[in-house]
């Protein structure tokens, strides 16, 4: 089965002040605030992150793990984003593929949704689709 780390979201960026190499949520000089409330407004753009652990490799030694989040109200699809494609470890030392998405803060509109992130180790043919409920406000 596809090993996929919890799905943090949030909607700030802080500059990160102490680089601590053990923080996978700091990354490029820069810290996601995670959101523990699962309330964001509709003016506040949304960032996704996420690992895939021991993806596998094709024969040339790369990974090739896709992945998009998919926001639904009911059963109907509202958004979802562009297909993001990782084909190397960012996280050697977790052998891990590191996966960041980001919603921009007009693609919502107020209302109950829940999120599926979609996951697939293409090489592998194994994927999986957590889900994450997320209540944007005016």
Same mark, same amino acid.
């Given at each position: 089965?596809? $090993? ?11 500059? /990160? #002040? ?7 949520? !700091?990354?490029? *000089? ?5 959101? &523990?409330?699962? &309330?964001?407004?509709?003016? @506040?753009? +949304?960032?996704?992150?996420y690992e895939v ?7 040339? *030694?790369?990974?090739? &793990? ?7 109200? *009911?059963? /109907? ?8 494609? &990782? $084909?190397?470890?960012?996280?050697a030392d977790r052998?891990?593929?590191? +996966? @960041?998405?980001? #919603?921009?803060?007009?693609?919502? $509109?107020? *209302?109950?949704? /829940?999120?599926? #992130?979609?996951?697939?180790?293409? #090489?592998?043919? /194994?994927?999986?689709?957590?889900? +994450? !409920? +997320?209540?944007?406000?005016?």
């Open positions: 089965p596809l $090993k996929v780390s919890s799905v943090v979201f949030g909607t700030q960026l802080a500059p /990160t #002040v102490h680089a601590d190499p053990t923080n996978p949520l !700091a990354r490029d *000089g820069s810290e996601l605030m995670p959101s &523990v409330t699962h &309330v964001v407004a509709t003016t @506040q753009p +949304l960032y996704f992150y652990y021991d993806p596998a490799r094709n024969p040339g *030694g790369d990974v090739r &793990v896709l992945s998009n989040i998919a926001f639904f109200r *009911g059963n /109907t699809r509202r958004y979802e984003t562009p297909l993001v494609e &990782v $084909k190397r470890l960012a996280a052998n891990a593929a590191v +996966l @960041q998405l980001a #919603v921009p803060a007009d693609s919502l $509109k107020p *209302g109950l949704y /829940t999120c599926q #992130v979609n996951v697939i180790d293409d #090489v592998a043919g /194994t994927f999986t689709f957590p889900r +994450l !409920a +997320l209540l944007v406000r005016q």
